[in-house]
């Protein structure tokens, strides 16, 4: 396996040493970031909006501080994926990756980003829950979310079903990105 993709980032990291070691691409930091969403699954049905203005930043449960990114910092998501638990603290889940925990309904359902019109991402949830510890699903178009512009985040549920409610349905969102910050 080749290497040269961890080589050029490094070069990018020495050129950089002067301003702090922070690697830039002219005027723009670059910094990995993962953002995450924990979400209670339970009973939900048709099409559920993850975030919105109210969405607030919590240790544990996200990262993501309302449906806009701050001025100066958009996110190129790389890569996608979904964790599962059944614990009753959203905060303190067992992430697990045993996909016959979740309800057929949830692995039924689609899940969009989408940004000024534009569907970033939209794909089958069964595609982002492929054995989640060792790789994140790969996104070849690099969709990029940028700051201070309102985004959607939802899950579309087939019609005519909903997520049982007889136990606690968890998932985690977990997108892993570049922050670009100017």
Known sequence: MSRRTELASAVATIKAKRNGGVPKVGQVELTDKTLYLNVAVKGQAGIVNLVDVNTRREVGVTNIDGNKLNAGRD???????????????????????????????????????????????????????????????????SPLIRSNMEFEMEIEYPKGVSVPVDKDYNVRFEFRAHQAKR
Do not use: C, H
């Open 75 to 141: 996110y190129i998501i790389d890569g996608v994926r979904v964790l599962w638990g059944q614990d009753v603290n959203l905060k303190a889940q067992n992430w697990g990756t045993t996909k016959s925990l979740l309800p057929a309904e949830f692995l039924g359902a689609e899940f969009r980003i989408k940004q000024g019109g534009t569907v970033l991402v939209d794909m089958p949830i069964t595609d982002l829950t492929i054995d989640p510890f060792v790789a994140f699903r790969s996104l070849s178009t």
